[in-house]
């Protein structure tokens, strides 16, 4: 395997990871805030115990992305636990790159 | 076969770990331009779709938009009706409706929710006319895309980009119509203010349409859409799908019109890779049935133009059954399955839910009412020494007009209302209503007593609710 089809397949993994950690949360945001938003009224809800000046459709908004952050934050520690011991072991360098006396260097 | 005594000792090599992607190397799909039944068919869906989803949004009902999720005021207008956060259930319900059709139009024919009707593949068909018509077909996009950058690349792209970005802001706009009134919209984009969170969710929407439909393409059915991958646990062996057949095409390869390709030992597959290329999932349907695969039937427009050209009859990939594929059945039997205990099920389990939900919504009163004891007090003897509760009537006029409403309470001998009998409600609005209820000390038994408070709209005798409260006696 070329050294560009590598880094074309780790640029291809940051990207599903990307789509895994954004797309689930952002289904599950959509469901969180509707379910939520049926639920509660903005206008009844006060944040640390005061009223808030946002609209009712400022709230819907930050609501949503907040939801959203939320379950981002989930799918993202997810995938970080899902690293197999030989990702979390292997050496980021490429044989050629390591230092002298490395039982791996190579050229 | 005697085996070699040694073998060679394997040569030590260090393999790097190399995480093997998931997900291949995306390649770009050029789907070529198909026409025939099934492409008009998906015209004809994007049409309509399209035409409600642009459309509707400028309906007008009973002065207001016909269809509008207004949540600024917490209220969706669908036509005559109107649904309140306390509504939800009609929601629901109307989930497990799409839900359950969902199955029985999959167990019947496979994805045509996919292939014809999906946003996805609409917005995706509509952006690659665009791109077709600006671009040309495949063979001229994929010379443009491989060509250095030049004063006629940069005009043509840019012109894509160009009607693309106003396809998807209309969209947007569209969209953001369905919760904001679509013409208070207008006029705030005319006089230049609109607010802060609509523009954002504008471009938003538009952003996502661009991006889906322009660039996303497959990858969003192949790696998003959850349908995708469950779809198999939907289909059974007389489940209609896109079906290449495999008895009558193989062996496969090309030949000259007039060799008798029989003689030859050729199936009829001419392997001209057409199916391939007009495949907006870029599969070959010859491998057989893939999770990619959308059921959008381009394959057998395509195959069958060519099947006309060679002479050889239609539907080398048509739409077929396992079954029907093994067993060699004609359409007549194909059908027949059509009926079978799994669609039966749902489809009986469908209609019963359609009929009840129609059912519901037809008689839909437009009143709710709830009640809440009076906390303060529980009791008390009033001067006559009668004993009067204090309740809390929350009502809520769901109608469109202002209404008056009748308060009445039944129950217990005698028992009557002190305060009015009567209130004003505006249209579509909540109202609180303190009520003194009184009854004699005799009329039930000590401690708690079910009475009913009803309440009535004045003039529309059928706008009637009885809602269930408890009369404390001492």
């Known amino acids: 395997m070329s ?10 993994q940051t990207m599903n990871k990307a789509i895994w950690i954004l797309w689930p949360s952002f289904v599950v945001a959509g469901i969180a805030e509707a379910v939520f938003f049926t639920l509660f009224d903005p206008q009844d809800l006060q944040l640390f115990g005061l009223p808030h000046e946002l609209s009712r459709v400022g709230f819907y908004s930050l609501g949503f992305f907040f939801f959203w952050a939320i379950t981002a934050a989930s799918s993202g520690f997810t995938i970080f636990i899902q690293k197999t011991a030989e990702e979390i072991n292997r050496c980021p360098l490429t044989p050629r790159e390591r230092p002298d006396g490395c039982p791996k260097r190579e050229g | 076969m005697r085996e070699p005594l040694r073998r060679p000792a394997p040569k030590v090599k260090v393999i790097p770990i190399v995480e093997e992607s998931l997900y291949e190397v995306q390649k770009k799909i050029y789907p070529r331009a198909v026409t025939g039944v099934f492409a008009t068919w998906r015209w004809i869906l994007v049409w309509a779709t399209q035409l409600v989803f642009y ?7 009973n002065g207001r938009q016909a269809v509008l999720f207004d949540l600024v005021h917490r209220k969706f207008y669908i036509f005559g009706l109107v649904f309140w956060p306390q509504d939800v259930f009609y929601l629901a319900v109307l989930l497990i409706i799409s839900a359950l059709a969902l199955f029985l139009f999959t167990a019947i024919a496979g994805r045509l929710w996919c292939g ?4 996805q593949t609409v917005y995706t068909e509509i952006f690659m006319w665009v791109e077709r018509v600006i671009e040309g077909d495949r063979m001229a996009r994929m010379k443009l895309d491989a060509q250095p950058m030049s004063a006629r690349k940069l005009a043509l792209k840019s012109a894509k980009h160009g009607a693309w970005a106003l396809i998807a802001l209309w969209t947007g706009f569209t969209f953001v119509g369905y919760f904001t009134p679509i013409k208070t919209l207008v006029q705030e984009t005319i006089a230049w203010n609109l607010g802060p969170w609509e523009t954002f969710w504008i471009l ?43 008895e009558r095409g193989e062996p496969r390869g090309s030949r000259s019109k007039k060799t008798d390709h029989r003689a030859a030992g050729l199936g009829d597959c001419v392997d001209c890779g057409i199916c391939v290329q007009v495949c907006p999932t870029g599969i070959d349907i010859r491998n ?72 519901a919504l037809a008689t839909k009163v437009p009143l709710k009412v709830d009640v809440i004891r009076d906390r303060a007090t529980l009791a008390r003897e009033v001067e ?23 308060i009445g309470v039944v129950g217990l001998e005698g028992i009557e209302i002190a305060s009015d009998k009567t209130v004003d409600i505006p249209a579509a609005t909540t109202q609180s209503v303190s009520v003194r209820v009184r009854a004699e000390p005799g009329a039930g038994s000590r401690g708690s007593n079910r009475i009913l408070f009803e309440v009535r709209a004045v003039g529309h005798e059928d706008v009637f609710v009885r809602e269930k409260a408890s009369f404390l006696l001492p």
């Not at chain 2, 459309?55 to 009902?61: I, N």
């Open chain 2, 204 to 246: 938003f929407y538009g952003f996502a349409t661009w991006g889906n439909a322009g660039f996303m393409r497959e990858q969003v059915c192949k790696y998003m859409c959850p349908y995708a991958r469950f779809q198999g646990v939907m289909f059974d062996p007389d489940t209609l799908i896109v079906t290449y057949d495999a």
């Open chain 2, 116 to 119: 014809y009707a999906c946003p």
């Open chain 2, 288 to 359: 057989g049935l893939q999770y990619e695969c959308i059921g959008c039937s381009a394959c057998i427009d395509a195959c069958d133009q060519v099947m006309d050209k060679m002479g050889y009859p239609r539907g080398l990939i048509r739409y077929s059954t396992e079954n029907a594929l093994a067993k060699h059945w004609g359409r007549k039997d194909i059908l027949r399955h059509v009926l079978r205990p799994r669609t039966l099920v749902y489809g009986a389990v469908l209609s019963a839910i359609v009929i009840a939900f129609a059912w």
């Open chain 1, 3 to 12: 050294l560009s089809r590598v880094g074309r397949a780790a640029g291809g």
């Open chain 2, 55 to 61: 459309g509707l949004c400028w309906l007008e009902w």
């Open chain 2, 384 to 406: 006559d020494g009668r004993i009067e509760n204090v309740f809390r009537l929350q009502i809520m006029n769901t109608a469109e007009e202002p209404r008056r409403f009748a």
